[in-house]
T-cell receptor, first 113, second 114 residues
Framework: DAGITQSPRHKVTETGTPVTLRCHQTENHRYMYWYRQDPGHGLRLIHYSYGVKDTDKGEVSDGYSVSRSKTEDFLLTLESATSSQTSVYFC????????????FGPGTRLTVL | GENVEQHPSTLSVQEGDSAVIKCTYSDSASNYFPWYKQELGKGPQLIIDIRSNVGEKKDQRIAVTLNKTAKHFSLHITETQPEDSAVYFCAASKVTGGGNKLTFGTGTQLKVEL
């Protein structure tokens, strides 16, 4: 398994509070991605990063921000959580050197009450 | 943007039978088509992928076919086993120097019955 960890693995929070999810990799891959998974929608891309301090929006970026100050860490922040952001969040990494494969982390289950 | 449709949403087969899952995509510029398997409580794991310059790829009991003209691709699992039971996702993307933004289908719950 690719060296990807996500923290926390589970979180319950209240509407209006800020939340930060962390993705940490030990593979030194250049690219990192945040997806959310909801029933009936599969996985949808929120934001991605193509290098330190280089990020761009995905399909469902509204209400989310990201930061990447080090190669190994990619943070996803919900500035003011809403119930519609209740979901399972997955981080993925890839290097796009030898392969275009994205390797996924174990996920974070977030519940916004 | 890209749109990927996946069918069926659920599939039940007997052990030893074959299973086929089909996906269509909308963007003719897409050139990378991976398939992921997701077990309960875990992240998706790549099982096979195919590039647009290849029509078919096989890895043991798993094969993927791609029809660029019709813009559809399929996953074939032969001699199914109980451990094949999981949710399977197809995806499509246009790989560029700026990364690989995957668009996923909605998933197929495969159940292999004894």
């Amino acid at each position: 398994d690719a060296g990807i960890t996500q923290s926390p693995r589970h979180k319950v929070t209240e509407t209006g509070t800020p939340v930060t999810l962390r993705c940490h990799q030990t593979e030194n891959h250049r690219y990192m991605y945040w997806y959310r998974q909801d029933p009936g929608h599969g996985l949808r891309l929120i934001h991605y990063s193509y290098g330190v301090k280089d990020t761009d929006k995905g399909e469902v970026s509204d209400g989310y921000s990201v930061s990447r100050s080090k190669t190994e860490d990619f943070l996803l922040t919900l500035e003011s959580a809403t119930s519609s952001q209740t979901s399972v969040y997955f981080c993925a990494i890839s290097d796009h050197v030898d392969t275009d494969t994205q390797y996924f982390g174990p996920g974070t289950r977030l519940t916004v009450l | 943007g890209e749109n990927v449709e996946q069918h069926p949403s659920t599939l039940s087969v007997q052990e030893g039978d074959s299973a086929v899952i089909k996906c269509t995509y909308s963007d003719s510029a897409s050139n990378y088509f991976p398939w992921y398997k997701q077990e309960l409580g875990k992240g998706p794991q790549l099982i096979i992928d195919i590039r647009s310059n290849v029509g078919e790829k096989k890895d043991q009991r798993i094969a993927v076919t791609l029809n660029k003209t019709a813009k559809h691709f399929s996953l074939h699992i032969t001699e199914t086993q109980p451990e094949d039971s999981a949710v399977y996702f197809c995806a499509a993307s246009k790989v560029t120097g700026g990364g690989n933004k995957l668009t996923f289908g909605t998933g197929t719950q495969l159940k292999v019955e004894l």
